[in-house]
């Protein structure tokens, strides 16, 4: 099974900060990899596809980035609303695999 | 516009079972494959099963291989998943999602194992 470890597990920071968030597969999985943010209460939220391809409707304040094993997910400036939890998942091979979460939070 | 409906949560004792449903609509329901997704109290997101849009494969987490059961009428577009010898560990709100890259979820539905 391709592990997905996600980094940090938590972060604080202000209004306006640019906040990155890193994705590490344990093998290659080429670009096949999703981000999500997960709000308590509600589904999950598909925010990129492809490492760095914006789902529909998505503010271009979200941006990723990567390919074989390394990624990362950057929202430019950060705002109250993006308070969530936010997981990479991998889709290269069964079993599909998801990161730990990363909860964002404001200072 | 994609629609994803979950219903058939519950409560249920331990060694219990439970059909979920998740009715599909705004897409072809054949061409892609759908996904059953939970998150347990306090815990990160984690697959449960995969069936391709043909219904011919079907994949399962190790966790639940052998006691859930994946499938799907195409006929009414909709996606079941059949939970057999629940267990506590198996409480959370279980999610339908389309694609490998889910790229859509319905809002959930809670299953609670105790007794």
């Known amino acids: 099974d391709i592990q997905m470890t996600q980094s940090p597990s938590s972060l604080s920071a202000s209004v306006g900060d640019r906040v990155t968030i890193t994705c590490r597969a344990s093998?290659?999985?080429?670009?096949?990899l999703a981000w999500f943010q997960h709000k308590p209460g509600k589904a999950p939220k598909p925010l990129i596809y492809?490492?760095?391809t914006l789902q529909s409707g998505v503010p271009s304040k979200f941006s990723g980035s990567g390919s074989g094993t390394d990624f990362t997910l950057t929202i430019s400036s950060l705002q109250p609303e993006d308070v969530a939890t936010y997981y990479c998942?991998?889709?290269?091979?069964?079993?599909?695999?998801f990161g730990g979460g990363t909860k964002v939070e404001i200072k | 516009e994609v629609q994803l409906l979950e219903s058939g949560g519950g409560l249920v004792q331990p060694g219990g079972s439970l059909r979920l449903s998740c009715a599909a609509s705004?897409?072809?329901?054949?061409?892609?494959?759908m996904n059953w997704v939970r998150q347990a109290p306090g815990k990160g997101l984690e697959w449960v099963s995969t069936?391709?849009?043909?219904?011919?494969?079907?994949y399962y987490a190790d966790s639940v291989k052998g006691r859930f059961t994946i499938s799907s009428d195409k006929s009414k577009n909709t996606l079941y998943l059949q939970m057999n010898s629940l267990r506590a560990e198996d409480t959370a709100i279980y999610y339908c999602?389309?694609?490998?890259?889910?790229?859509?979820w319905g809002q959930g539905t809670l299953v609670t194992v105790s007794s």
């Open positions: 999602a389309k694609r490998a890259l889910l790229d859509s």
């Open positions: 705004g897409f072809t329901f054949t061409s892609y494959p």
């Open positions: 069936i391709t849009g043909s219904g011919v494969s079907t």
């Open positions: 093998q290659a999985i080429s670009n096949s």
């Open positions: 492809a490492a760095s």
């Open positions: 998942q991998q889709y290269n091979n069964y079993p599909l695999t």
